[in-house]
């Protein structure tokens, strides 16, 4: 038996889950995390059999997008606006940006008033687009406009970022990925984007990204390697097939 968990955050178990889970692991022979975090717990519950970390789905590679150079810097977010997500945060380090940036967030939620308020408040109206909830189709749009995606979310003790399609995608078109620390995208742009623990780290990201336009061809060209390496339909079916032969191997 192959295990397979998202469970990201360790947790209690009541005592019928954990005679459940007891059974499970000793059964099991392998176990695939679905993200680094997941497999880290996994293989705490489980030191002696093999385990990865593997995506669930994986992607078609998209044909690279032409970005031609200009000196502004275009940013975006897309998700539900809820305070873990740290949109405030992200509108806090765009108000430190010295030079022509904008800033598109694609999504809606319960926070949206507040953070319109916000964005008011410190003078971001006018370079802040806010689009509301968009189809598919139209978060792909976007890759064209933006230069770089942002996460800012804050973690939780009980919650975290496990993973994200959105990033995925906006990665394999070469858009340069942004995430806070302690979550599991932080092992998705492992090497190519930027991962930050402040307002203040995400801010000086930013101004690095506007004032370096070479920077950002670079992470973005790394980005969307990284993509077709590790997250295409064809890897994540080779990493399957090589962890089977590992089991039948034992």
Same mark, same amino acid.
């Given at each position: 038996?192959?295990?397979? *968990?998202? %469970? +990201? =955050?360790?947790? !209690?178990? #009541?005592?019928?889950? &954990?005679? /459940?889970?007891?059974?499970?692991?000793?059964?099991?022979?392998?176990?695939?995390?679905?993200?680094?975090?997941?497999?880290?717990?996994?293989?705490?519950?489980?030191?002696?059999?093999?385990?990865?970390?593997?995506?669930?789905?994986?992607?078609?590679?998209?044909?690279?997008?032409?970005?031609?150079?200009?000196?502004?810097?275009?940013?975006?977010?897309?998700?539900?606006?809820?305070?873990?997500?740290?949109?405030?945060?992200?509108?806090?380090?765009?108000?430190?940006?010295?030079?022509?940036?904008?800033?598109?967030?694609?999504?809606?939620?319960?926070?949206?008033? *507040?953070? %319109? +308020? =916000?964005?008011? !408040?410190? #003078?971001?109206?006018? &370079?802040? /687009?806010?689009?509301?909830?968009?189809?598919?189709?139209?978060?792909?749009?976007?890759?064209?406009?933006?230069?770089?995606?942002?996460?800012?979310?804050?973690?939780?003790?009980?919650?975290?970022?496990?993973?994200?399609?959105?990033?995925?995608?906006?990665?394999?078109?070469?858009?340069?990925?942004?995430?806070?620390?302690?979550?599991?995208?932080?092992?998705?742009?492992?090497?190519?984007?930027?991962?930050?623990?402040?307002?203040?780290?995400?801010?000086?990201?930013?101004?690095?990204?506007?004032?370096?336009?070479?920077?950002?061809?670079?992470?973005?060209?790394?980005?969307?390697?990284?993509?077709?390496?590790?997250?295409?339909?064809?890897?994540?079916?080779?990493?399957?097939?090589?962890?089977?032969?590992?089991?039948?191997?034992?």
């Amino acid at each position: 038996m192959v295990l397979f *968990s998202w %469970e +990201s =955050l360790p947790r !209690r178990r #009541g005592f019928w889950e &954990r005679r /459940r889970a007891t059974a499970s692991f000793k059964a099991a022979r392998a176990a695939i995390g679905g993200n680094s975090l997941a497999a880290t717990l996994l293989h705490t519950e489980k030191p002696a059999i093999p385990v990865i970390a593997l995506a669930q789905l994986g992607i078609a590679p998209p044909p690279p997008l032409l970005r031609p150079a200009h000196p502004r810097l275009a940013i975006g977010y897309v998700g539900r606006l809820l305070s873990h997500r740290g949109v405030d945060d992200l509108l806090r380090a765009c108000a430190t940006i010295m030079g022509p940036w904008s800033l598109t967030v694609a999504g809606t939620g319960p926070e949206q008033e *507040s953070l %319109e +308020s =916000l964005a008011q !408040r410190l #003078g971001l109206a006018s &370079r802040t /687009r806010w689009l509301g909830g968009i189809g598919r189709s139209e978060i792909g749009a976007l890759w064209t406009e933006l230069d770089c995606l942002v996460f800012p979310s804050r973690p939780t003790p009980t919650w975290t970022e496990r993973w994200s399609p959105v990033l995925i995608d906006a990665m394999a078109h070469g858009v340069v990925p942004i995430v806070t620390e302690g979550g599991g995208l932080t092992a998705v742009v492992q090497g190519t984007g930027v991962v930050v623990g402040t307002v203040e780290a995400l801010g000086e990201a930013l101004q690095s990204l506007l004032a370096f336009p070479e920077e950002r061809r670079q992470r973005g060209a790394a980005a969307r390697q990284r993509i077709l390496e590790n997250y295409v339909d064809t890897a994540l079916a080779n990493r399957t097939l090589a962890l089977w032969r590992q089991i039948l191997g034992r």
